[in-house]
């Protein structure tokens, strides 16, 4: 089946920059999108960013202007450059994978998440 395998994480300066890589493997049939969602401790999980193939993008508020996210199709493999880091963006990274239609998203599979740390 699927499989997602988040790579990149650590810890990061605030103001500093670091880029998350998902792979994806398996059988991916029908999947058209990635992205990342996060979750920091004690709250619930939140969208950070996604993309189709076809390049349609969505984006939390809190990052717009400082994350970009970008899609490789042909290694089915997304990335989330994060620039100018906050400690509030310290969370755990979670990558997926799944459709999207009629203008929706669908998050069908998921990788086991990988921690990033904004701290002085």
């Known amino acids: 089946q699927m499989q997602l395998v988040e790579s990149g994480g650590g810890l990061v300066q605030p103001g500093g920059s670091l880029r998350l890589s998902c792979a994806a493997s398996g059988s991916i049939f029908s999947i058209n999108a990635m992205g990342w969602h996060r979750q920091a401790q004690g709250r619930e999980r939140e969208l950070v960013a996604r993309?189709?193939?076809?390049?349609?993008?969505e984006y939390a508020d809190s990052v717009k202007g400082r994350f970009t996210i970008s899609l490789d199709n042909a290694k089915n493999t997304v990335y989330l450059q994060m620039n100018s880091l906050k400690p509030e963006d310290t969370a755990v990274y979670y990558c997926?994978?799944?459709?999207?239609?009629?203008?929706?998203?669908?998050?069908?599979?998921w990788g086991q998440g990988i921690q990033v740390t904004v701290s002085s």
């Open positions: 993309r189709s193939a076809g390049g349609s993008t």
């Open positions: 997926n994978a799944g459709r999207r239609m009629n203008s929706r998203w669908y998050d069908d599979y």
